[in-house]
């Protein structure tokens, strides 16, 4: 639950329980330059960090490289997920026309169950041939 609180409001409350306890003030402030020294870098730190590249420099070839595998990467996983979507389209679609095909065959056939008369034989062998 602490976790979600403000880095202030823990300060607040280490100072608060600091002064319940009877403690000097010195180590309320104390905990504060090591809340400080979590949060913030160095200042060297943040310059070089900002110096590595600025907006209009030319990228490294490392960089380059790195963001053309990435780009690479999408691209695979796109295609992967657009080639999934289609095979499952075209499975649906073959059941759908397996079905289909299949309660054509039941109605002709339940059509000449019905219409056969008992004076030929089935539809089938009763082909007229030229």
């Known amino acids: 639950m602490l976790q979600s609180f403000p880095v202030s409001y823990l300060t607040v409350l280490q100072e608060g329980t600091s002064a319940s306890v009877g403690s000097?003030?010195?180590a309320g402030e104390e905990?504060?330059?090591g809340m400080k020294q979590k949060i913030f870098m160095?200042?060297?730190?943040?310059s070089n960090f900002l110096?590595?590249?600025?907006?209009?420099?030319?990228k490294s070839q490392n960089e380059v490289n790195v963001?053309?595998?990435q780009k690479l990467r999408d691209d695979e996983l796109r295609r992967e997920y657009y080639e999934e979507q289609r095979n499952e389209f075209e499975n649906f679609v073959e059941e759908q026309?397996?079905?289909q095909e299949e309660r054509t065959r039941e109605a002709v056939e339940q059509w000449r169950q019905w219409h056969y008369?008992?004076?030929?034989?089935?539809?089938?062998?009763n082909r007229h041939h030229i």
């Open 24 to 26: 000097r003030q010195v």
């Open 117 to 125: 008369d008992g004076l030929y034989p089935p539809y089938l062998y």
């Open 51 to 58: 110096k590595r590249r600025g907006k209009r420099s030319p």
């Open 42 to 46: 160095q200042e060297s730190d943040a």
């Open 67 to 69: 963001e053309n595998r």
């Open 97 to 99: 026309r397996d079905e």
């Open 31 to 33: 905990a504060k330059e």
